[in-house]
């Protein structure tokens, strides 16, 4: 099973061009796609229906869009597409079911603060089930991260408890969808390794053993598979290509974590000022 986790900054490549078709190109052979920085109706791309476009490029996947922000601008019409910034998950297999999650944050004076938001999807993947969500945190504050990762992994290790979107549903004839214990957390996380977001996410390293799967802590697919080393990185400044971070990522519950196959950066790929980050799982 591919999975792969994409920021495509609206549309917009290394070279400033808006090209979806260059975009899907990198997403060839995956399973299980988390795109984030998908809008409807933004002035800087045209006003395209990103969502729609995505769709009619990739119709062999199901699709699901959860938007974190959505306002009507000043002037628009009744009919006119709202400006929606949000993110998808595509996949090869039905999403039976998904929720949109939005993560918390307060409000800024100066600094744009977008609400952010994390796609559940519940996937009827060959063998069993998985949960696989898009996320994208805030790029301002370190302090709003860390209150959006508790979140986040709360509401990831306590799905099946909470019964995700939909339980009794005898009720209304319909079967309960399936509450899948096992996750892969999937996007912009807007920090950098070792970081105390990334701890209080991926957990503080022993001095001696090091980090080891436990079932209330993310593992860093990226970190399990010897690619996060000092000079990674999966974003580059468009304007000045020799200042590069790493902040995207692909964080698998601990029942994946024997399962994890390989996983690596496209850093070949000039759709976004983002590369897609690649993980490959036993089915």
């Known amino acids: 099973m591919k999975l792969v986790s994409y920021n495509i900054q609206y549309g917009f ?3 400033g061009r808006y090209d979806l078709e260059r975009i899907v190109a990198n997403l060839a052979g995956a399973d299980i796609i988390a795109l984030q920085e998908v809008t409807r109706g933004f002035a800087r791309n045209g006003g395209i229906d990103m969502v729609a476009a ?15 922000m959505d306002l009507l601008p000043l002037g628009a019409g009744p009919r006119d597409l709202r400006f929606q910034f949000g993110n998808m998950v595509l996949s090869r297999w039905p999403i039976v079911a998904t929720r949109t999650l939005l993560l918390p944050r307060s409000r800024t004076l100066s600094k744009l603060n977008l609400q952010r938001a ?18 994208q945190l805030d790029h301002v504050s370190p302090d709003e991260r860390i209150r959006q990762i508790h979140c986040l992994r709360d509401h990831a290790i306590n799905f099946a408890r909470d019964g995700g979107s939909l339980t009794g549903a005898i009720e209304i004839d319909l079967p309960d969808p399936p509450l899948p214990e096992d996750f892969v957390l999937m996007g912009d996380f807007n920090m950098v390794p070792e970081s105390p977001e990334y701890c209080a996410l991926a957990g503080l390293k022993d001095a001696f053993y090091g980090r080891l799967p436990r079932f209330d802590v993310p593992t860093d697919a990226l970190d399990a598979a010897g690619w996060l080393k000092p000079e990674a990185y999966s974003w580059m400044d468009p304007n000045d290509r020799s200042k590069r971070m790493h902040l995207d990522y692909c964080f698998i519950s601990c029942g994946l974590s024997d399962r994890l196959r390989s996983a690596h950066v496209d850093i070949d790929a000039e759709g976004s000022d983002h590369f897609p980050v690649w993980i490959e799982i036993d089915g």
């Not at 063998?127 to 996320?135: E, L, T």
């Open 13 to 15: 490549g290394l070279d």
């Open 54 to 68: 995505i769709e009619a490029l990739l119709p062999g996947y199901y699709s699901i869009y959860g938007v974190g």
């Open 118 to 135: 994390a796609v559940e999807a519940v996937i009827h993947a060959p063998g069993a089930a998985i949960r696989a969500y898009s996320v």
